[in-house]
């Protein structure tokens, strides 16, 4: 690790990449509960400019935090982040509190565009609400969406109805757009910073609390995965790539005891195993981040022994944890009440009955992605995340994939189980 540290305590640099005013924000609330952190500014006028000041500033800070995906995946994509890098998730908090604003001053809440979120939370947060969600046109982030195309796609949404209001993550295209279409731009909430800020902390803190000590893992897997990210969310940690195939993970014992079932299955291993030849996740817990580092490498050392798909986990002990290879298909059990799926899972339980009754009309034994997606109205990105919580929560099972008609990899098919 690159923090450095002074008799029991440790200085944290990092750099805070984003717009001013965002930038300002983080600085707030690491001053107020992250005295081990240094903050340095970052600070940009667009998000264009976020490689050069990474590039700029390598030498100067031990982790990276920026204030949204769109500057975190330019720079990502550029290859300058050569230490830990997180950023701040934009939650469907941060957009009720926009809607409760819109309908305080009177606007309209029934004709919105709204970009970056995923078309889950965004529903999710009309719901709760209790605003209707058929007029609201969402446009999420993938890779290669920049300021211009989320701009475009307001400017269309304001011609199909002048009244539409634009709600934007990305101060670029909040300003592009100002004076021409009525809008909104989001920021992310309180709770958010923090969680991220907590992040890079457990990045770079070489001594941790014995209630939260430190894991970092190397996962090391046959060809690079950039739906990596998007499986160790599940973890509430960060992922940061070293070479091609080979990751650095790191998360807390407690959220990593909790997702494997008190280390005894890996559900991230299972998703890997699905698209890889060989994966392997070595876990080392700690209560230094040097530590943790050592046994890291100890356990995958003892993964590549173990077969093809393994984790081990290495509490320091004399003795390595082996967690199970990905489970076999076994027999289901009866199917789920809404309730208990939705307090697993973290899905509403209006998703998980337009979920049943897209069930119950579906001739096919198992489905896809595609039909999720339809469903629920979302893109097909967030339908496999669906997917993905509802199999963790032990609704949804994989038993296969579409074979036929299809091009890249193949889609896998379900099956869920509701009552």
């Known amino acids: ?42 600070a940009y006028q667009n998000e264009a400019k976020a490689v050069d000041l990474v590039r700029s ?13 769109i500057p975190y995946t330019l720079a990502q994509e550029a290859g300058v982040l050569d230490r830990p890098a997180t950023y701040i998730s934009y939650t469907g908090a941060s957009l009720y509190r926009v809607l409760v604003g819109l309908l305080a001053r009177g606007l309209d809440t029934e004709h919105v565009s709204i970009d970056t979120l995923e078309r889950d939370q965004v529903v999710e947060a009309f719901r709760d609400a209790a605003l209707p969600v058929d007029g ?17 796609f307001h400017r269309a949404a304001a011609r199909g109805n002048p009244r539409t209001v634009a ?89 990593l005891e909790e997702s494997s079932n008190g280390f005894q299955h890996l559900p991230l291993l299972s998703q890997l195993a699905r698209r890889h030849l060989w994966a392997h996740v070595g876990l080392g817990v700690g209560r230094s981040a040097a530590e943790a580092e050592a046994l890291a490498r100890h356990a995958l050392a003892r993964c590549r022994s173990v077969g093809p798909f393994s ?20 027999k289901p059990d009866g199917p789920v009440p809404l309730l208990v799926a939705a307090r697993r899972s973290g899905l509403s339980r209006a998703t998980l009955g337009r979920l049943k009754t897209m069930l119950e009309s579906h001739e096919e034994e198992g489905v896809t992605a595609g039909d999720v997606a339809a469903a629920l109205e979302i ?29 890249g990899r193949p889609p896998t098919i379900y099956r869920i189980r509701l009552e």
């Open 1 to 42: 690790m690159i923090a450095r540290t002074e008799g029991t305590d440790m200085k944290v640099d990092v750099g805070v990449v984003g717009p001013p005013d965002l930038v300002s924000v983080v600085e707030q609330v690491a001053a107020r509960e992250y005295p081990l952190l240094s903050v340095h500014s970052f």
């Open 136 to 152: 609201v046109k969402v446009l999420e982030y993938r890779r290669g969406r920049d300021s211009a195309r989320f701009a475009d």
């Open 379 to 407: 893109e097909p990105r967030s339908a496999r995340r669906t997917l993905k919580r509802l199999e963790r929560a032990g609704v949804a099972q994989p038993i296969g994939r579409v074979l036929a008609g299809t091009t």
């Open 57 to 69: 500033g390598r030498g100067s800070v031990d982790a990276w935090l920026f204030t949204g995906i």
């Open 311 to 330: 984790a081990v986990v290495s509490l320091g002990t004399g003795s390595d944890i082996v967690l199970a290879e990905p489970e076999k298909e076994q």
């Open 167 to 255: 709600i934007t993550c990305v101060r670029s295209v909040y300003e592009a757009l100002s004076g021409d279409v009525e809008t909104i731009r989001l920021s992310p909430a309180v709770a958010s910073v923090r969680a991220a800020l907590r992040t890079v902390v457990l990045s770079c803190v070489g001594r941790v609390s014995a209630d939260a000590q430190v894991v970092l893992g190397f996962v090391d897997l046959s060809d690079p995965d950039p739906e990596l990210p998007d499986d160790v969310s599940a973890l509430a940690g960060s992922v940061f790539s070293v070479h091609q195939g080979r990751y650095v993970l790191v998360t807390t014992r407690g959220v």
